[in-house]
C-alpha cells in the first residue's frame, strides 16, 4: 500500500488520488481522520482581498467525510464555532448567525430583520461596497441617506454627526474596510459619535474585508450588527456568512411592528437554530454547509489557539501592510487610500505609475504565479489594482508569500518600463 506522504489532494477534482489504482479498502488510511501531514499541490499564490490562501489543515478539514448536519458529532463542531466567533471580535454577549451564503446575505438579513419599510438608514460611503448596502436597503424598502467621502477616503466625522442632528435614523451602516478603496474608516469612533448624538440608532458594520485582519471590539466600542464572510480574514474557502448582532439588535428584530420580509434571511428561522446549536444539539431550517463549517472550525482553531496569539495576529497585519505599502511606493506605485490613517491593514490598493496602465502590471504578475485583483471602484477602475495580505500569507512568514509579491511588483514594473522604453 502506497504511504500517506504518496498521495496528495487533487484540488482541481476535489478527489484523492493515488500513484496506482487501488481497492477501496487502500481509501482509508488517506481519509483517517488521525492523519496530520497533509500539503497543498502547487498552485498560484492567491492575493487578491478575498479568498486567500488557507492552510493545509482548513483545507484538509473541507475534506471531512460526508456528515448529517443531525448528528451530535456535528453539531458540537457547530457549537464551537458560534462561540468562537464571538472570541474573534472580542465579545461575550454577542449573538453569531452561521447561514450558508456569501458576505452579501448579511446585507439582507440587516435590511430585512432590522430595517422596517419606509424606515430611515444612514450610509457612510467610502467606496463600492458602501453603493451596494445602500442599494440592498432600499430594495427593502428602506428610506437611504449617504454620507459621502472623496476616492480614497473615509467619511468626516463632523458630517456624520451634522447627519444624525438632522434626521432620525434606525440604523447607521459603516464598511470597515471597503475592498475597493482599501480605505479603513474607524468603526470605534464612528459608534462613538453615534452613541453621543443618537443613542437610539444601530450601529452596523459591513466587516466582510476587515474581520479577523483588523481589531475589532465588539462590545466596548458598542456595536450593534458587524457582518462578515469566511473567504478573507477568517481563513476559509467561499461559502459561508457570518453575522453577529448585540441583544439590543436582537431586541429591535423581536419588537418590530411588521413581518420580516426575507425567509431566507429571518431572523425568526435562524435564531432557534443557533440557539439550539450553540447547547451542541442540531437544529434544522435550512441545511448548512457542513464541510465548510469543518473548515471554519479548523480556522478559527488556528487564529485564537495557534502559535501566534489574537492580539499579535493584528500586529502582524499591521506590519505587513507597512511594508507593502512603503515598498510599493519605492518603486512607484502609489496607494489609493489618502492617508496611512485611513489605509487598511489587509490590504493595498495601488495606482500604477503614470504612463501605464493596471494591464501592464497585472497579467505580468500573474504570469509569475501572483493573483492579484484588477480595479473595482467605477471612478478609477482603470487606473489602479489591488493587492490582498491576510491570513496565513501574514501569520506564517516562512511561507515567503510577501517577499514574493513585492519581488513579483518590483519586476512586473521593471519589465513594463522596460517594454514602453
Known sequence: ???????????????????????????????????????????????????????????????????????PDFAKVFGDCIRMTREVLYSKEGQPFLISGSGTLGWDQVSANLVEPGESALVLNSGYFSDAFADCLQVYGAKVDQVKAPVGGAVDLGDVEAALKAKK????????????????????????????????????????????????????????????????????????????????????????????TSYYGSWKKWLPIMQTYEKNTAGYFATPPVNLVYAYHASLNQILHGSVSLEERFARHREVSQRVKVEAEKLGYRGVPLGADVAANGMTALYVPEGLKPTDIVPRLLKKGIVVAGGLHPAIKEKYFRVGHMGVSVVDQSRGDIDKVIAGLKESLDEAKAEKA
Not at 186 to 209: F, N, Q, W, Y
Not at 212 to 230: H, M, N, P, Q, R
Request: with cysteine; charged share 20%.
Open 169 to 260: 435614523y434606525k440604523i447607521v451602516t459603516v464598511t470597515h474596510v471597503d475592498t475597493s478603496t482599501a480605505v479603513l474608516t474607524s468603526i470605534k469612533d464612528v459608534a462613538a459619535v453615534v452613541k453621543r448624538v443618537s443613542p437610539e440608532t444601530l450601529v452596523v458594520v459591513d466587516g466582510v474585508c476587515s474581520v479577523a485582519s483588523e481589531e475589532i471590539k465588539f462590545d466596548d466600542w458598542g456595536i450593534d450588527v458587524i457582518l462578515t464572510a469566511s473567504q478573507k480574514g477568517l481563513g476559509t474557502p467561499p461559502g459561508l456568512s457570518v453575522l453577529v448582532a448585540s441583544p439590543r439588535a436582537i431586541k429591535t428584530f423581536e419588537t418590530r411592528s411588521v413581518p420580516v
Open 1 to 71: 500500500m502506497p504511504s500517506f506522504r504518496s498521495w496528495h489532494f487533487n484540488f482541481s477534482s476535489r478527489s484523492l488520488i493515488s500513484p496506482r489504482p487501488t481497492s477501496l479498502h487502500n481509501l482509508r488510511p488517506v481519509i483517517h481522520r488521525n492523519m496530520t501531514k497533509f500539503t497543498q499541490e502547487p498552485h498560484k499564490l492567491l492575493v487578491i482581498p478575498g479568498p486567500i490562501e488557507v492552510t493545509d489543515e482548513v483545507l484538509y478539514a473541507n475534506a471531512h467525510p460526508s456528515m448529517s448536519h443531525m448528528s
